[in-house]
């Protein structure tokens, strides 16, 4: 829906109080209240002429014109009469207080469709139902059931939850936080958090985004959203609802392990998103990313005038995931030099109550220097001669030339406030206790680890990354049609063979006989599992047994596994055994997994495995697709990574799981088929890694029909749809292709062949410096809302980034912007010319109505293409001119 109708809701110029009452108490009167006194306001009620003095409208259809915003305040039922007339008015900007829909039953969800078709038929924009309502101090708007303003600020508040919503906003007020924005979403039958970030994300009032989250709608969109803001403006969410009481079934460890919220928490990660873990800590967040610097990593330095709060900002580090910075030996002599002999010099640095400003200041700028510190928390305790305000006056200026973040906890009330003021006038966060401020650093080092991943630059690694699968999705369709959702072992391998993950030889054998024959050829020892389609778990029922050297010992094996089974599952059926070689003494056992999340879609699951995988519950949880840097972080993000950072030659241990991890968010990518997967174990065994035991789940809907492209994943994967050949006019060949963050190297030198012409029509200024930022802007897009198709010249082994054609999509998600360059020594061979073809292909298929570009209007060669293409030319802003080509 277009963006420039959230306008109206957010920057309205007229507004309908729908409900508007006289009635002490209500909602109707504490929105009439809230905006009557605003021009253009109107009131609406049917059984008032008048209204505190001020005129009032029978109905919507009476009004001179159609306001830009509707608030509407009536009983349930009644909302959607109400809201048709609005939609035939022209209302365009609508925001339901009133409660009773869908979360009040079957009635109220009836309510909520027709409330949703209404808006539909109409092209209007609905915050709400059951919503408190916005407010904009910047407007002097508030549109909403509470009748407190707080100031203003640059932070956007986005709350699912009213009474949190208006509880929070008290306390704001209270600590004269300001806010851009104050926005209650409520049901989110149409406005939800995708849309807000959206906006908000663009709004030059907003400098942060704050969310209290209790479940998202549209993952897809939200993630997108998020993915696209969270590089140039904090996002900042808490979640409720960590702990769920009940869960699905599931077949799979992975399904197990990798529960809701901890999917919601890579989903945050790799959105950029910080997760705090409660309201206060979300506004400490905000205020500390406003005000500090980013810190390199997670250790800290402490300097206090008191030995207690040094010793309780430790636990508390420790307790957080920091690390307390160990000091250099040049470190500890400048201190032992600058500081008396009573002070102690190591981390915490505690100079003691009798300390001077100077020796306070010291130490700190001191502990800034050293490279083993990433940021410095200083404490003041109300004691000795030191006061509050000189221990202040004595830090204030380091913060103008500490790249590092300085943390003040002034600790007390009314003893240590002129203390406080000092430092926040100055620019800096203040917290009253330690623990406070170790979470604020803490929080401040995951937003700049969570932003380090979104702008990071991967590694290409040789993965194949289409092999054979149409033979595996028949297999898929015709276990499915017999009935079955559960793969043998057999067939999990066979699938992850294909992916070039692989595992030792699998035979099913039928009877002690022939496990005794295939055990000789395969050579002991070997292990023997129950064979069948009805079971998953097969240890659990008795259905393994290890460590077998003989030809008796495996018909013995045999006999055992079918008594135990038959005694434990009785109605299984038992197919046989699968005999496979025993795999003895391995490094690491790990698990590679993959379910299907009901709101996050396919995640992928990384951890330590085995049989006690559930005891250890060393997991992480990301999403396909993957590549180089996503797969690090998500091992990254366990403590069995520190294991394998530290074996030998774990350098290439690493970069085997990376590709591993690859090939299996290809066959996610792949296979929305798939359920629930697990490799538990995945053995390190000589240097090789072997998918020791394998299972999967198909959703057998989805294996039989054909599924929409890509419905199973939440972040859209490369698009090889649009990759082709073809030809410069000079002959040679050229790969066009859409863009990869592997690319970044290739784009920097693209740009080295541009002069100053191509780069002034290109870019609209004189030449600069590009930025990684700026080139990770480029390489790393959301493929849902952007795309950008390179041209690749290989010459002589070389591998040369040519032109680069890029269409991004308007918010309104009709219409898009396009722009195309082409490197100097490849000018004038008729790159341009298919590029902007490429781009209108895509924004075919894509559904777009039009596309448009601003071009110089000295750029002639660009304006006679456009022409050629069928593109209208008009007029633009200063010495541009605007093309436009119509689609529909």
């Not at 039953?105 to 092209?123: D, P, Q, S």
């Not at 949190?164 to 039958?189: E, R």
Request: net charge negative; proline share 5%.
């Amino acid at each position: 829906m277009p963006a420039e109708n959230l306008d109206k809701l957010f920057k309205p110029d007229t507004v309908a109080v729908i409900g508007a009452s006289e009635k002490e108490g209500s909602v109707g009167r504490t929105l009439t209240e809230n905006l009557i006194d605003r021009e253009g306001t109107y009131l609406i009620n049917p059984n008032h002429e008048s209204i505190l003095d001020h005129e009032c409208f029978q109905s919507v259809s009476e009004l001179p014109e159609a306001p830009d915003l509707g608030v509407i305040a009536i009983p349930a039922p009644a909302v959607p009469d109400v809201l048709r007339e609005c939609g035939e008015k022209g209302v365009r900007g609508i925001i339901i207080i009133s409660a009773g829909f869908g979360e009040a039953g079957e009635k109220g969800e009836e309510l909520e469709r027709k409330v949703a078709n209404i808006r539909e038929e109409y092209g209007m924009r609905i915050l709400g139902p059951n919503c408190l309502g916005i407010i904009n101090p910047d407007q002097n708007l508030n549109a909403s059931i509470t009748d407190q303003m707080p100031e203003r600020g640059k932070v956007t508040f986005l709350s699912q939850s009213g009474a949190l919503a208006s509880a929070t906003l008290d306390w704001a007020i209270s600590a004269q936080f300001g806010f851009s924005s104050f926005v209650s979403v409520g049901n989110m039958v149409d406005i939800d958090f995708s849309d807000l970030i959206d906006y908000f994300g663009r709004d030059p009032n907003t400098s942060s985004i704050l969310m209290y989250v209790e479940a998202i709608q549209n993952s897809r969109r939200f993630m997108s959203a998020a993915r696209s803001f969270a590089r140039t403006k904090p996002i900042m969410a808490v979640k409720s609802g960590r702990h769920e009481e009940g869960a699905r079934a599931v077949a799979s460890h992975t399904g197990s392990l990798a529960g809701s919220d901890e999917v919601y928490d890579a989903a945050f990660k790799r959105a950029g998103i910080t997760r705090v873990d409660n309201i206060e800590d979300l506004f400490t967040c905000s205020e500390t990313l406003a005000k500090q610097s980013f810190p390199g990593g997670p250790r800290l330095a402490i300097v206090t005038n008191a030995g207690g709060p040094g010793a309780m900002a430790t636990d508390a580090l420790i307790d957080f995931g920091g690390e307390l910075a160990e000091l250099s030996e040049e470190t500890l002599e400048k201190l032992s030099e600058e500081l008396p002999s009573r002070a102690s010099i190591v981390n915490p640095v505690d100079v003691t109550g009798d300390a001077q400003p100077s020796e306070y200041r010291k130490s700190t700028e001191v502990c800034l220097s050293d490279d083993n510190v990433d940021g410095v928390l200083c404490i003041y305790a109300p004691q000795g001669q030191l006061s509050p305000e000189d221990a202040a006056n004595a830090i204030v200026d380091l913060k103008e030339t500490s790249k590092k973040p300085i943390l003040p906890c002034w600790m007390g009330a009314e003893k240590v406030r002129k203390g406080q003021e000092i430092l926040r006038q100055n620019g800096f966060s203040v917290q009253s206790t330690p623990e406070l401020s170790v979470k604020a650093y803490m929080y401040l080092n995951r937003y700049a680890r969570n932003l380090e991943r979104l702008l990071e630059t991967p590694e290409e690694l040789p993965i194949d990354r289409t092999p054979p699968k149409y033979n595996l999705k028949a297999m898929l369709r015709r276990i499915a049609r017999d009935g079955r959702e559960v793969l043998t072992e057999g067939e999990s391998k066979k699938i992850l063979r294909t992916y070039g993950i692989s595992g030792p030889k699998v035979q099913v054998a039928k009877s002690s006989r022939e496990a005794a024959q295939y055990a000789s050829k395969i050579g002991f020892p070997v292990v023997l599992k129950v064979h069948s389609y009805d079971i998953t778990h097969k240890s659990g029922v008795g259905g393994v047994i290890l460590d077998l050297f003989s030809r008796e010992e495996v018909k013995e094996a045999y006999d055992k596994i079918m008594e135990r089974v038959k005694e434990n599952e009785p109605s299984a059926e038992i197919i046989g055994v699968t005999v496979q070689k025993m795999i003895r003494n391995s490094d690491v056992e790990l698990i590679l997994g993959s379910k299907k999340d009901p709101v996050f879609k396919s995640v992928l699951m990384f951890g330590k495995g085995g049989t006690d995988v559930e005891y250890y519950g060393d997991t992480s949880v990301s999403f396909p697709p993957m590549n180089q840097t996503l797969a690090r972080r998500l091992m990254e993000d366990t403590k069995v990574y520190k294991y394998l950072r530290n074996m030998e030659n774990s350098g290439e241990i690493l970069r085997n799981l990376e590709e591993y991890l690859i090939k299996l968010s290809q066959l996610i990518i792949d296979f929305p088929e798939i359920r629930e997967l697990d490799i538990n174990p995945l053995a390190l065994v000589d240097g090789d890694f072997q998918a020791l035991d394998a299972r999967m789940v198909v959703d057998t809907d989805l294996a039989i029909e054909e599924p929409e492209e890509n419905e199973h994943l939440v972040i859209e994967p490369y698009p090889r749809k649009y990759i082709e050949e073809w030809k410069l006019d000079d002959g040679r060949s050229v790969t066009l292709r859409p863009i990869r963050p592997e690319d970044e190297p290739l784009e920097y030198e693209l740009f080295d062949t541009f002069s100053e012409e191509t780069w002034r029509y290109r870019f609209f200024g004189p030449m600069k410096e590009v930025s990684h930022d700026d080139m990770v802007r480029f390489t790393n897009i959301d493929y849902r809302r952007e795309m950008a198709i390179i041209g690749e010249l290989n010459e002589d082994g070389e591998r040369k980034m040519i032109g680069v054609g890029r269409l991004i999509i308007d918010p309104d998600g009709d219409s898009g912007e396009f722009a195309v360059v082409v490197g100097d020594p490849w000018q004038g061979l008729g790159l341009g010319e298919k590029l902007t073809d490429s781009i209108i292909g895509i924004a075919e298929d894509k559904g777009l109505d039009s596309i448009w570009a601003a071009i110089m209007k000295r750029n002639s060669r660009m304006l006679n293409l456009c022409k050629k293409l069928g593109f209208e030319i008009e007029r633009g802003e200063d010495d541009t001119v605007r093309a436009v080509l119509k689609l529909r």
